[in-house]
């Protein structure tokens, strides 16, 4: 594996042939290439490793079931009181390292008392030590004095080994308060956590379970009820798996996959939790209407997407509960075809901006509760983009004047409300005075006037009801 | 049914009695008025409203429940808003849903909206083309919301799409304000009404009624932003000059004001 570090290409990891030649991570490729001509390398894939470091946590919820990633390149398990399952420690070593030997790979295992001891033991053990990859309990205070100082994984590494302390025994010798002063409280922490004196919290994750089905055919289909059919039959292990779970999804993305042009996926959202098959079938159809499938399709995958408990609820058969069902449903059937995103609901604005001041929010899946500021009733019931008027008679408003083909004559005024820009915003606005003009001519006016313009001072803000 | 039923939520509705198998649109399109409205009635009563009549203020016309009414004119959003609070003062239960163009639903001021009905209880959709207003408006007047739907649309909708919003509604039980900024068409709406600003108040005009009286109306607000009672405006037209020949001079009893705004375009004089 190689990696380009400092400018160079620089091997990372390297295996045990490499190693015997020679070879140590940290290398430039060019100088291992004149070390070993024949040498093979790869560069490094960090989203690969990093899938199948997941693979691996999904393999080890096998053994334990805290198991913890620690990127790069290793995995905890926490084998507290298991042991005895596989007839003590050292046949459950075996087995893991057999499963893993199965797999095609190398790994370096290590039990100990602590995650920290594991990790620098599995790491540094020295070749010619008494103890095995087994740490004996009470032990890992004795065995890890003789590892090196890399082991600790803190950033004083290279001043310690400038003062020639090598080894974490050496480290150890000194006193704490000395080590803490001249590199920092987390060597300190490093040494303490290495023994057990501070505790190491596990970070396990709980198991994400993907929620997905799939189905592939010996030939591929193209009519759009064989298509609607196999939705219905991948689609029902699922709903059952999530029905077993008391669980609901927010979303269903069907893949679909033709054997000359690829995949296509089509989307489905829903305004709550549902895992009802009917119901995607019904939405779906739209969709799958819309497929071009000139050669068929073979492959199909149906996934859950936002997976959510889903809580049963007692109600009584009351007006309410048939409304609030009936408006989910239109959320659902209208944002299918329009975009969730075009379904909203009023929400209050934290500016006092004009244009700030007509604010709203999605609808779907959204429970928040607003606080409602004090009403401003002096303030217009629509408020749009400000469109400039032709003043025919002057006047602060003007007396007479014309919008959207319509004169007007001003009758009575109230004002001026000044609205300050927002300094601290990226678009703060401009300084604005706003009038409330009734007309002569029956609608109330919302007159914006920019003091400091030159021309086009007065425009139309907002319309009273 | 009294007390209440386990309801499964994911079933996303409630558990209802295996009905007869009702006709679909097109089927029921294709039926004649009468025998459509006699399909309906076949469904049983409403349950949820006392009464079928939306009554927005003493004296004026009804807004019936099922049905779909056209509104003309720049005061139109304020009695449409009206109509969706009379419906909320009925029963609470009532949402309001505004379907229209992104501009036109944008414009709404939360707290403008505030001052009629509770703006948790509004449902805004916008929809970009004018066959997807009147899609969702269809799909709003059919889901059994009981909402007040409120449709901002540009042009006044066609006899056709007028009759399919016309039986969504009446499947769904809403109640359809079809705000119309141009010009209103031939349609099938109940009732269409013109609504104007003038300086103190609103011009209320009932251009078409199906089932009841026309005329024209004088809303005037009152301090607390209540409306006040309306005044027939058919009172406070100017009495025709009376021809030479006639020598008796007008009513005195009458009054007679100028008419503010413009002329009530179509507008009959009430009975």
């Known amino acids: 594996m190689t990696r380009e570090v400092k400018g160079a290409q620089r091997l990372v990891v390297a295996n045990a042939l490499a190693s015997e030649a020679g070879l140590v991570p940290g290398q430039s490729l060019a100088d291992a290439r004149a070390i070993y001509p024949d040498l093979l390398t790869e560069p490094q894939n960090a989203v690969r490793d990093g899938l199948l470091l997941s693979a691996l946590r999904r393999w080890a919820d096998q053994f334990s079931p805290k198991v913890e990633v620690t990127p790069p390149d290793a995995l905890i398990l926490d084998v507290s009181g298991m042991a005895h399952l596989y007839r003590g420690e050292a046949a459950m070593m075996d087995a893991i390292c057999d499963s893993l030997t199965d797999l095609h790979m190398t790994v370096r295992c290590a039990l100990a008392d602590t995650p920290m001891a594991a990790r620098a033991w599995a790491r540094f053990r020295p070749a010619n030590h008494p103890y095995s990859a087994i740490l004996p309990a009470g032990q890992a205070i004795a065995a890890c004095d003789a590892l090196p100082v890399e082991a600790l994984e803190t950033d004083a590494t290279e001043a310690l080994h400038l003062l020639g302390l090598r080894t974490i ?116 159809r739209p969709k799958i209407d819309t497929l071009n499938l000139p050669f068929g399709a073979d492959r199909f995958r149906l996934e859950a997407t936002g997976v959510q ?138 007159l914006r006037r920019l003091p400091m313009a030159a021309d086009q001072e007065w425009s139309v803000a907002g319309l009273y009801a | ?68 009414h056209e509104v003309t004119g720049l005061g139109g959003l304020h009695f449409a808003l009206t109509a969706a609070k009379r419906a909320r003062a009925q029963d609470n239960a009532h949402p309001s849903i505004i379907i229209g163009t992104a501009r036109d639903v944008h414009a709404l001021r939360p707290e403008g909206l505030g001052a009629y009905v509770p703006p948790a209880s509004v449902t805004m959709i916008e929809a970009g083309r004018r066959a997807d207003i009147l899609w969702t408006a269809e799909q709003a ?48 709406c109940q009732t269409r009404w013109d609504c104007q600003p003038v300086p103190d108040g609103w011009d209320w005009t009932v251009v078409k009624n199906k089932t ?32 030479p020949h006639d020598p008796t001079p007008p009513s005195a009893s009458v009054v007679s004001l100028p008419p503010t705004g413009p002329s009530p375009t179509g507008a009959r004089p009430a009975p």
């Open chain 1, 169 to 284: 025994g050496a480290l150890r010798g000194k006193p704490s308060a000395e080590l803490a002063r001249r590199f920092g409280l987390h060597l300190t922490d490093a040494i303490d956590r290495l023994i057990g004196r501070r505790p190491e919290p596990m970070r396990a994750e709980t198991p994400t379970r993907p929620f997905a089905t799939r189905m592939t055919l010996p030939d591929p289909i193209g009519l759009i009820d064989d298509v609607l059919s196999i939705l219905e039959r991948i689609a029902t292990p699922l709903m059952a798996r999530l029905e077993k779970d008391g669980l609901g999804a927010l979303g269903f993305t069907l893949a679909v996959t033709c054997p000359d042009k690829g995949s296509q996926s089509l989307h489905v959202g829903f305004s709550r939790p549902m895992r009802e098959t009917r119901a995607l079938i019904r939405q779906m």
């Open chain 1, 309 to 446: 408990p889903i809580q049963t609820r007692q109600i009584h058969l009351g007006s309410e509960a048939v409304i609030e069902d009936a408006m989910e449903r239109l959320v659902t059937i209208v944002g299918n075809r329009l975009g969730f995103d075009r379904i909203r609901r009023p929400a209050p604005s934290p500016s006092h901006r004009a244009e700030l001041e007509c604010n709203s929010e999605e609808i779907a899946d959204n429970d928040t509760a607003h606080v409602w500021p004090a009403p401003r009733p002096y303030r217009p019931l629509q408020i749009f983009e400000p469109e400039y008027l032709h003043v025919l008679d002057e006047g602060r408003p003007p007396a007479r004047f014309e919008w959207r083909r319509q004169a007007y004559r001003t009758r009575r005024v109230q004002g001026p409300e000044r609205v300050a820009p927002q300094w601290w915003a990226d678009h703060p606005g401009r300084l604005s005075d706003y009038y409330t003009v009734t007309t002569e001519e029956g609608p109330t006016l919302w």
């Open chain 2, 1 to 68: 049914m009294a007390g209440g039923i386990a309801f499964d939520e994911c079933a996303g509705r409630v558990f209802q009695t295996p009905a007869i198998a009702r006709p679909s649109l097109q089927v029921l399109h294709s039926l004649p008025a009468g025998l459509r409205r006699q399909v309906h009635l076949a469904d049983g009563p409403d349950s949820f409203r006392p009464s079928n009549a939306l009554g927005l203020l003493s004296g004026l016309p009804k807004l019936l429940w099922q049905r779909v």
């Open chain 2, 141 to 188: 007047l059919a889901a059994k919301a009981q909402a007040v739907v409120l449709i901002r649309i540009d042009q006044g909708p066609t006899l056709s799409e007028s009759r399919t919003l016309q039986i969504a509604a009446e499947r769904g039980g809403s109640l359809g304000l079809i705000l119309i900024a141009r010009q209103a068409r031939s349609s099938a």
């Open chain 2, 212 to 243: 009841g009286p026309v005329g024209q109306w004088r809303i005037r607000a009152g301090p607390d932003g209540s409306l006040l009672d309306p005044i027939p405006l058919s009172r406070l037209t100017p009495q025709p000059t009376p021809p």
